[in-house]
């Protein structure tokens, strides 16, 4: 019986070790994914990165307008494609962001 004892808490050791292991692997992974998502952030939310000055300016002002603060350069949003397509991107992933007072 003793023999039996041994190979099950051996069994036991190895698959508690195999769990940490995997555990550890996630969560390196997840780190990395992390470090991916990294560059411009606007209210907390990942836009990627090298983005131009243009395009971070269009997000933060298409962002202020999700949120209900309606912020928009006429003329960026008609002469210039990188403000265009930050404004929308902004407003789009940013409209959770908005907060509605009920009284």
């Known amino acids: ?9 051996n069994k036991s050791m190895i698959a508690i070790f195999a769990l940490l292991l995997a555990g550890c692997a996630s969560t390196s992974t997840h780190s990395a994914q992390l470090k991916y998502l990294g560059g411009y952030t606007c209210s907390g939310i990942s836009f990627g990165k090298n983005l131009s000055p243009l395009y ?6 298409g962002c202020q307008t999700a949120k209900g603060y309606y912020t928009k350069s006429h003329r960026l949003f008609n002469d210039d494609v990188d403000y265009y397509r930050g404004w929308f991107a902004g407003r789009r992933r940013c409209r959770d962001l908005l907060i509605i ?3």
């Open 101 to 103: 007072e009920t009284d």
């Open 1 to 9: 019986m003793g023999k039996e004892t041994n190979s099950i808490q």
């Open 56 to 61: 971070k300016r269009g997000v933060r002002d």
